[in-house]
């Protein structure tokens, strides 16, 4: 009689083929079990054709990874740990030491500290651009420039760039450079950036999974999608390389949550310009950024490349109020909760020192920031739109704003 224990560890029974639902099953594995060693010898992880170990995919990673892929109109999709991380890969994957790498001065922060701390450390030099400006890209772009990010629109500030014009700038002057696009906002529904006018296209995205496709609030996850073979190729064998699986459960969480992610996003995009429209006529607004208000920076490059915008916008604060007035206001909320993140169901908010976001210096870089614009005196807000009633977070907004001092007239 053999042990309990070895009749449970190796029980034969297997559960009938043909279960079918709504949901992919969630497969969770370190260890990948192979019939021989010619079959363990066969297989590679970087095609996805088969199962090598769980680190490099299980059935279920590899569901969303597809699923992004449509998404994102894109061909390849590797799952990371976070948005962040996502970033941080494809600057790994494409950058040695003596290379350049590009941001925008108003990319998201923890892209620039990567950029200023690790990238710093292992040589590869940076610069800062101002996306709102061409030639301000095309003044920093040479043959030691080998990535150049861009994010659409700005992070906090959400100006929006002229994005077929910055990536046709750098295919002419700097062809050798990967194009990445930080695409969290867009989310695969705002544009295709893969397919911009007169055939141009980035080359890789960045996608913070934590915000819309996960829409809860509740999972860390990020991808970076590309169309190229080759591009794909050194992605996956950096990203294999690093270690950074993905827990399967956290994916079956997104899986759960991406269908509705278009209704989510319309929902948010429907509620977060009425919002922005009342705010424009409040006291005290010098100005609501927000891609889809005209008048918000950029507001004509948003209109020829997209018809949707994620729920977020952005108060600047008449620069008469001090940041500890504009702390009460946001304190006086009680439907945006105050924190970091967006696209789930809860309305958030933050407050950003004024003129922080844009001017967030590289420390080797004070020189090449002086050229940049720190267009914001005032202490600027975020909104995160969720999915509450419209009404109840305007009327959250002005009972708080009830609660700020009147300016005098100016
Ligand atoms: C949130 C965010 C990230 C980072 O995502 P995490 O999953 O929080 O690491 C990157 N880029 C943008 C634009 C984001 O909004």
């Known amino acids: 009689m053999t042990d309990p224990a070895t009749d449970l560890v190796h029980h034969p029974y297997r559960a009938p083929e043909g279960f079918d639902a709504a949901q992919t099953p969630t497969h969770r594995a370190s260890s990948v079990f192979f019939a021989s060693m010619a079959d363990l010898r066969r297989r590679t992880w970087v095609d996805k054709t088969t199962y090598t170990y769980g680190l ?23 799952l990371v740990p976070s948005g962040l991380s996502a970033i941080t ?19 998201y922060g923890p892209n620039k500290d990567f950029t200023r701390h690790e990238l710093a450390n292992w040589g590869i030099a940076h610069a800062l651009y101002d996306q709102q400006d061409v030639a301000s890209l095309a003044a920093r772009l040479d043959d030691k420039v080998k990535l150049v990010w861009l994010e659409v629109p700005g992070s906090v500030t959400l100006e929006f760039p002229d994005l077929p014009a910055l990536v046709r700038c750098i295919r002419e002057r700097a062809p050798q450079a990967i194009v990445a696009l930080d695409n969290t ?7 295709n950036p893969f397919e911009l006018e007169g055939g141009l296209t980035v080359d890789v995205t960045a996608h ?8 809860g609030s509740d999972v860390l996850m990020g991808s970076i999608a590309c169309r190229d073979d080759a591009l794909y190729d050194t992605l996956a064998w950096t990203h294999g390389r690093l270690g950074l699986g993905v827990g399967p459960d956290d994916v079956s969480m997104v899986l759960r949550s991406l269908p509705s992610i278009a209704l989510r996003y319309a929902a948010q995009d429907a509620s977060c ?4 429209t009342w705010l424009q006529g409040q006291p005290g607004v010098q ?53 970091w993140s967006w696209g789930g169901a809860v309305s958030m908010v933050t407050v950003y020192q004024a003129a922080r976001p844009r001017s967030t210096v590289l420390k080797s870089e004070t020189a090449d920031l002086r050229s940049l614009p ?7 807000v975020r909104l995160c739109i969720g999915l509450e009633g419209t009404p109840d977070l305007i009327a959250d907004l002005a009972q708080a704003w009830a609660q700020l001092p009147a300016l005098a007239q100016a």
């Open 185 to 191: 906002w867009g989310a695969g529904l705002a544009f």
């Open 89 to 107: 890969t494809i600057d790994t994957a494409f950058l040695k030491t003596g290379d350049t790498v590009l941001l925008p001065d108003n990319a």
């Open 374 to 380: 720190t267009p914001y005196a005032g202490v600027l």
């Open 287 to 339: 100005r609501v950024l927000c891609p889809a208000l005209p008048g918000s920076p950029g507001h004509a490059h948003w209109a020829r490349l997209c018809t949707q915008a994620a729920g977020l916008l952005t108060i600047e604060f008449d620069a008469r109020y001090t940041r500890d007035q504009v702390d009460a206001f946001v304190d006086a909320l009680t439907r945006f909760r105050i924190g």
């Open 56 to 78: 490099h995919g299980t059935p279920t990673t590899f569901v969303l990874e597809a699923q992004l892929a449509t998404l994102e109109h894109a061909k390849h999709v590797i």
């Open 208 to 215: 913070a999974l934590t915000k819309y496709p996960s829409g």
């Open 273 to 276: 310009r009425q919002i922005a």
